[in-house]
């Protein structure tokens, strides 16, 4: 019996990103800012559009950090206006990311002679192509996939934040104006989950891309949130749905002759209607009932 190594190297990189936007995605879910995932995956499009005109690739470390600053000044201007204008969250976040993402599509449209970039490059992705995509060190030596290499970089740096910061995420996330008064920077707390997630978005577009990107930070964790209440397994168990996510997307794509990252994501929606409808949370969702953190944290 042969072994695809496309398949496993495939496999392996949905997987690695999966994990980690499903950490992040569950802090986020505990703040009940899950769809600032959303604002700041489109908000940093104009700082992608900067980076790659400064350098002229997509690849640079001008695109990180222009996307991370983006992702940092999309978080100040949502908190700015949800508590200086006294704008609600969902609309201050409506505001943000549709102006700063207006702003990505006019530089796109005014730099598009000067760079190969366009709206396809950055708002899809497709994993498929990982296997010719290929890091070739300076000597000529192959080292493989370069985005499976950046998925464990990005895997790597994800899960050291958390096992560093867990009790200031935890606790921020349960209550911000306690965390503070113990002298917990909860600001300061904040402004390095967005930017870890800002990274984690940007590092992931060219295999997954950032609409998809934006569901693996939502849904694993959602999903999660139906069969435990308790953070550490919530977290195992978002990891364990990002494998199988993985890994059940890949193969219904090879299937059906279908987009890799588009199935994951879809296999990732059926996992959460059936847990809802296995776990009798209709009327739940249909009222828009939000999880309590205070229950995540007990």
Known sequence: MTVDT??????????????????????????????????????????????????????????????????????????????????QLDASIGITFTLLFAIGIILINLFAYKVDLDQE?????????????????????????????????????????????????????????????????AKGVNLALMSMVSYTTVSSFESVGAILVVALLVVPPSTAYLWTKSLIPLLRLTAALGILIAILGYYLAFWIDSSI????????????????????KWPQLLRGTSPSPESLLS
């Not at 992040?24 to 879910?29: C, D, I, Q």
């Not at 001008?62 to 949800?82: F, H, K, N, Q, Y």
């Open 6 to 87: 496309n398949a496993l190297l495939i496999i392996l990189t949905g997987s690695l990103i999966a994990i980690s936007c499903g950490f992040l995605g569950v802090f986020l879910l505990l703040r009940k800012m899950s769809m600032t995932g959303d604002a700041i995956s489109h908000a940093v499009l104009p700082g992608i559009v900067i980076g790659f005109f400064v350098s002229g690739s997509q690849r640079s470390l001008e695109v990180i950090l222009g996307a991370g600053l983006l992702g940092i000044l999309s978080t100040l201007m949502i908190d700015a206006l949800r508590k200086k204008a006294k704008v």
């Open 261 to 280: 990252a588009g199935m994951m994501v879809a296999v990732a929606g059926a996992f959460f209607f059936g847990s809802a409808l296995i776990k009798g």
């Open 121 to 185: 490059c950055v708002l899809y992705g497709e994993i498929a192509y990982l296997p010719i995509d290929l890091w070739i060190t300076p000597s000529g030596l192959n080292m493989g996939p370069r985005i499976t290499w950046l998925a464990g970089l990005n895997f790597f740096l994800v899960t050291g934040f958390i096992y560093l910061l867990f009790k200031e995420l935890s606790l921020t996330s349960f209550d911000e104006n306690f965390s503070s008064s113990i002298g917990i920077p």
